[in-house]
């Protein structure tokens, strides 16, 4: 795969139309996709380096990982899969017991730190837009 300094070496193409809520059109073809496998839209975020100084290439903040659903000679369509489940109450749950009506929550155990020592990762951009690059996931 040909680097491109602006994009880090995992660089394969770019986002190049939003198509709907789930679907999006990108500039790399059959030369470097094939249908079925998948791309990560992504930011290239700071320099990461080692304990040591060694510097470990730039961070590369995902943005969501998309399927290829399909390809032509210069262009692929790439769609979101993932889904959800939207549990929503029936009528003779909330009237037996406001207990089942209710949600649960997780909470993460957090590591064993001093605060001083936390360096986030500030990432510009979220959102999904036209001339993001895309990598293999």
Known sequence: ???????????????????????ILVDSGNNKLKKDT??????????????????LGNYEFVKDTLKVIE?????????KQDTRT???PSQWQLTLSPLLSESSETEYVPL???????????IKDP?????DPIKLA
Not at 1 to 23: L, Q
Not at 112 to 122: G, R, S
């Open 86 to 88: 939207i549990i929503k």
């Open 38 to 55: 998948y791309i990560q839209i992504y930011e290239l975020g700071p320099e990461i380096y080692s304990h040591t100084g060694a510097s």
């Open 1 to 23: 795969m040909a680097e491109n300094n602006n994009y880090g070496p995992n660089y394969i193409g770019n986002v190049i139309r939003i198509v709907d809520s789930r679907t």
């Open 71 to 79: 390809v032509t000679n210069r262009y692929s369509v790439c769609q």
């Open 127 to 131: 959102y999904i837009r036209v001339g």
């Open 112 to 122: 064993k730190l001093e605060e001083k020592d936390i360096e986030p990762l500030n």
